[in-house]
C-alpha cells in the first residue's frame, strides 16, 4: 500500500468534523436533560408552596449545571483520564475540611462555607470515586487481579467512612455503589462477588450496633411499621404514601394537592417531591417521568456501549449505573419500599450542589459521546 493511501485511511472523518465543532454536544442527551429539568420546574413550584425563589435559585442552578457540563465536554476523555487523581485529591481533602471546618444544619456537618455559596464535598466524590477507579483499572488487564479489588476498595472505601462521620448515610451508599460498579463492570469474578455478599451479609450486626445513629435504626424499624408512631417517626412515609395514593390515574390537578399545599407532607420540595408529582399529576404524571427518566438512561448506556476506551466505558457505565440508583433509591423511599436516607430525586428535588455534580457527570457522558471514532485499518 502507498503511503499516502495508508494516511488517508488513517484519517477518520468523523473525528475531522468533529475536531471543527464549537461544542461537543450529544443532542438527544442534551434535549431529554432539558425536558427532566423543565419537569422538574414546574413540579418545584406547586412542591414549594409556589415559592417563586426555591424556582428561580433551582433554575439558575441548572443554568450553572448546563454551562458546568457543556465546559466538561470540551475537554478529552483522555484528559479526564489522566487528572482524575487531582479530582479525586480535591475531594477527599475537601471531605477532611468538613470535619474540622464544615458547616452543621439538621444534626450533620456536610457542607463547607465559601462565603458566597455552600459547597458538599460529598456530592463530588459521587463522580470523583467512579472515575478515579476507572482509570486506575483502565490501564491494567480486566478482569481485575486480586491486588487491584483490594487498591479499589481502597479508593473507594476511604471517602465513604469519611461522608458516613458526617453523618450522611444515603451519600455514603452512592458513593460505594459508584465504586463497585465500575469494578464489577470491569468484570469481577464470580468468586469475589459471592464473598463481597457474604461478607456484607455478616456485617450487618456490626453496621447496626456500631456505626449506625439511633435516627437510622429508627428509620428502619419505622419502614417496617410505620403506623406504630404516627405522629412521629412514621409520619412521612405515613403522609406520603397518602399523597401518592390519593392522586389516583389522572392526578388532583396542579397546585391542587392536598397533602403538600396544607403542609402535612414533609420536605415536599427536597426528598419527597415525588410524592407531589404523584398527587397532583397522578400515576400518568409519575409514568411519564419515567420514560423521560427511561430514555435518559438508554441513551448513557448507549454512550458507554459505542465508548472508544476501556476508561471511557467504565465511567459511563458506572455514571448512569449511578443516577439510576439515584432515582430507584428516592421513589422506593418515598412509597415506603427502603427506608428514609435523604437521596434527592434527580433533577426534581430541590438542591444545589448536588445538581452541579449530576451535570457534571453528564458532561463527562458528553465527552465520551463525541469522541474521535477509531477506524481499524488493513495493509
Known amino acids: 500500500m502507498h503511503r499516502d493511501d495508508f494516511v488517508r485511511r488513517m484519517q477518520s472523518p468523523g473525528g475531522d468534523k468533529q475536531s471543527g465543532r464549537s461544542l461537543h454536544i450529544d443532542l ?5 436533560l432539558i425536558l427532566v429539568c423543565c419537569a422538574g420546574l414546574v413540579v418545584l413550584y406547586s412542591a414549594s408552596g409556589q415559592n417563586m425563589f426555591y424556582v428561580k435559585r433551582q433554575a439558575l442552578l441548572m443554568l450553572v449545571g448546563f454551562g458546568v457540563m457543556f465546559g466538561v465536554a470540551q475537554f478529552p476523555v483522555r484528559f479526564w483520564e489522566r487528572w482524575s487523581f487531582l479530582l479525586y485529591g480535591v475531594g477527599l481533602i475537601s471531605l477532611l475540611a468538613v470535619l474540622f471546618f464544615g458547616v452543621g444544619a439538621k444534626g450533620a456537618q456536610r457542607w463547607l462555607d465559601l462565603g458566597f455559596t455552600r459547597f458538599q464535598p460529598s456530592e463530588l466524590m459521587k463522580v470523583a470515586v467512579p472515575m478515579m477507579v476507572s482509570a486506575y483499572l483502565g490501564k491494567r488487564y480486566i ?13 473507594t472505601v476511604i471517602p465513604v467512612f469519611l461522608v458516613v462521620r458526617q453523618p450522611d448515610l444515603g451519600t455514603a451508599l ?7 460498579f465500575v469494578i464489577f463492570l470491569a468484570g469481577l469474578r464470580k468468586r469475589y462477588l459471592l464473598s463481597a455478599f457474604l461478607l456484607v451479609i455478616a456485617a450487618i450486626p456490626t453496621f447496626w450496633l456500631f456505626v449506625m445513629r439511633d435516627y437510622q435504626k429508627q428509620r428502619v424499624l419505622t419502614l417496617l411499621s410505620p403506623e406504630d408512631d404516627k405522629l412521629g417517626a412514621g409520619w412521612n412515609i405515613i403522609q406520603s404514601t397518602t399523597a401518592i395514593g390519593s392522586g389516583g390515574w389522572s392526578g388532583k390537578g396542579w397546585t391542587l394537592g392536598t397533602q403538600s399545599q396544607l403542609n402535612f407532607l414533609p420536605e415536599s420540595h427536597t426528598d419527597f417531591i415525588i410524592a407531589v408529582l404523584a398527587e397532583e399529576f397522578g400515576l400518568m404524571g409519575v409514568l411519564a417521568l419515567c420514560t423521560l427518566y427511561t430514555l435518559l438512561i438508554s441513551r448513557c448506556i448507549m454512550i458507554a456501549l459505542n465508548s472508544q476506551s ?3 466505558r467504565m465511567i459511563a457505565g458506572s455514571l448512569t449505573l449511578t443516577f439510576l440508583t439515584y432515582v430507584f433509591v428516592n421513589m422506593s423511599m418515598v412509597s415506603g419500599i427502603l427506608p428514609v436516607v435523604g437521596v434527592p430525586l434527580p433533577f426534581i428535588s430541590y438542591g444545589g450542589t448536588a445538581i452541579v455534580t449530576l451535570f457534571l457527570g453528564f458532561g463527562i457522558l458528553m465527552a465520551i459521546s463525541t469522541e474521535p471514532k477509531r477506524i481499524r485499518t488493513t495493509l
Open 28 to 32: 438527544p442527551l442534551l434535549v431529554m
Open 143 to 155: 478482569p481485575p487481579a486480586f491486588g487491584h479489588v483490594l487498591m479499589v476498595l481502597a479508593i
Open 174 to 180: 452512592l458513593i460505594l455503589a459508584s465504586g463497585f
Open 310 to 312: 476501556q476508561f471511557g
